[in-house]
T-cell receptor, first 117, second 114 residues
Framework: ELKVEQNPLFLSMQEGKNYTIYCNYS?????LYWYRQDPGKSLESLFV?????AVKQEGRLMASLDTKARLSTLHITAAVHDLSATYFC?????????????????FGTGTRLKVLA | DTAVSQTPKYLVTQMGNDKSIKCEQN?????MYWYKQDSKKFLKIMFS???????INETVPNRFSPKSPDKAHLNLHINSLELGDSAVYLC?????????????FGPGTRLLVL
């Protein structure tokens, strides 16, 4: 079955610094999703990457997808405290055993980011 | 106007009880999901419905029974609750079952079984 791994699992960083979160997945997929979860809250969609080489940016966050390497990165530029949250990547996988055209989303382990003032 | 809502938000109950969680979406989506998020924040899909039809049924004890009365609602009934059922249950919806779409998540139901 498709496996999705993130690293690091925990990240503590100073405000103003840059860092990258990595998301690796084990089988071919052209599509990858990033979500953010604040403590005690639900998941909020950040980015949808639908092809090899896709790059999307929103504020201090930039996500990219390399389908050949089966790797997505979430780059944080000049971190601020408000970015403290858990970040998840997810990949969708077609399910042959279900109705044709049905996809299942597999989530990564999550990266808990803490930005220190 | 909340897109995906769940009730209750918190549920504390004794082992052996039966409980239900409800989910509603007002996005006009065809597909809805139940996920379980454990204490380490790991998310695993449990069920998915597309237009009231069960399309994904993962390896979940048969004490868990989903029901979708219409495409805007997806409920989860749990019989004979066990300690290991304690988790956050997240409902989500997407336009359809074919992927390529972000999912919209509800606020979660925090279940604690004592």
């Amino acid at each position: 079955e498709l496996k999705v791994e993130q690293n690091p699992l925990f990240l503590s960083m100073q405000e103003g610094k840059n860092y990258t979160i990595y998301c690796n997945y084990s089988t071919t997929s052209d599509r990858l999703y990033w979500y953010r979860q604040d403590p005690g809250k639900s998941l909020e969609s950040l980015f949808v990457l639908l092809s090899n080489g896709a790059v999307k940016q929103e504020g201090r966050l930039m996500a990219s997808l390399d389908t050949k390497a089966r790797l997505s990165t979430l780059h944080i530029t000049a971190a601020v405290h408000d970015l403290s949250a858990t970040y998840f990547c997810a990949v969708d996988q077609p399910l042959k055993e279900y109705t044709s055209g049905t996809y299942k989303y597999i989530f990564g382990t999550g990266t808990r980011l803490k930005v220190l003032a | 106007d909340t897109a995906v809502s769940q009730t209750p938000k918190y549920l504390v109950t004794q082992m052996g009880n039966d409980k239900s969680i409800k989910c509603e979406q007002n996005l006009g989506h065809d597909t809805m999901y139940w996920y379980k998020q454990d204490s380490k924040k790991f998310l695993k899909i449990m069920f998915s419905y597309n237009n009231k039809e069960l399309i994904i049924n993962e390896t979940v004890p048969n004490r868990f029974s989903p029901k979708s009365p219409d495409k805007a609602h997806l409920n989860l009934h749990i019989n004979s609750l066990e300690l290991g059922d304690s988790a956050v249950y997240l409902c989500a919806s997407s336009q359809d079952q074919r992927g390529q779409e972000t999912q919209y998540f509800g606020p979660g139901t925090r279940l604690l079984v004592l």
